[in-house]
């Protein structure tokens, strides 16, 4: 079965133009503090687990009974650290925007997104020419990619394409393996939908993406077929 987002954009990432003044779809409270808490909730999911590893591996250092294991813990402490450094320089273009940058090199936006797909089973196949690209179209490629990355927990292959065309920046994330899906609450946060059952973490991220692309005048899209996922988008260049 196959589940569609409405105002679907094609494959080429071409739709028709959104209104002058694009709203979120009522129900998704983007601006209220139940939202910001959930957003600052998801943040926190991905960096404690890295964070904790790195104590765990402190702990063991510090432990004379566990001495024999301070090569281990090194090793734990290492790839914590590396770790936790990508999902942080990830999150400050992704969901801070880097400060007072408007534009971003799309080289160094791979490496931010290659940094966090490191860290999962899926690779990321980045088809997207080295060029300049402005602050919402950073920031919806990436959440894009971290999203694309999570329709394949069983590994696979997630292919990111950016084209510059007739002033819209469009994206399109396939996601393509074993297992391949985006779960209904990311399917309803794309929709600019409110949460109704679910986790939390992954709707907020998927309704995050709806309001940046809507707010910057665009429109997203996904699909979900046999062991694939898709998601669409295209915002103002």
């Not at 790839?79 to 799309?106: H, I, P």
């Not at 791979?110 to 919402?136: S, Y």
């Not at 309001?211 to 005048?217: C, D, E, P």
Request: with cysteine.
């Amino acid at each position: 079965m196959t589940d569609i987002v409405p105002e679907t954009v094609p494959e080429t990432a071409e739709a028709t133009p959104a209104p002058a003044s694009p709203e979120t779809p009522p129900g998704a409270d983007v601006q209220g503090p139940d939202f910001a808490a959930m957003l600052a909730a998801r943040l926190c999911h991905d960096f404690i687990s890295p964070a904790s590893a790195i104590v765990s591996g402190l702990d063991l250092l510090d432990d004379p009974a566990a001495q024999d294991m301070r090569e281990d813990a090194m090793n734990l402490i290492a790839s914590s650290a590396r770790k936790l450094a990508d999902l942080l320089q990830f999150t400050r273009v992704a969901f801070g925007a880097s400060a007072s940058a408007e534009n971003f090199d799309s080289r160094e936006l791979e490496k931010l997104a290659q940094g966090v797909f490191a860290h999962v089973r899926p690779t990321l196949n980045w088809a997207i020419e080295p060029q300049a690209m402005n602050k919402p179209s950073a920031r919806a490629v990436l959440n894009i990619a971290q999203i694309a990355a999570s329709a394949l927990p069983a590994g696979g292959v997630a292919t990111v394409k950016g084209l510059a065309s007739d002033g819209r920046f469009s994206i399109i994330a396939e996601a393509v393996g074993p297992r391949a899906r985006l779960r209904p609450e990311i399917l309803a946060g794309l929709k600019g939908e409110p949460l109704v059952e679910g986790l939390g973490g992954p709707w907020v991220q998927a309704a995050y993406l709806n309001a940046l692309v809507r707010a910057a005048g665009g429109q997203i899209a996904a699909e979900v077929g046999e062991e694939r996922a898709s998601i669409a988008a295209w915002v103002p260049a």
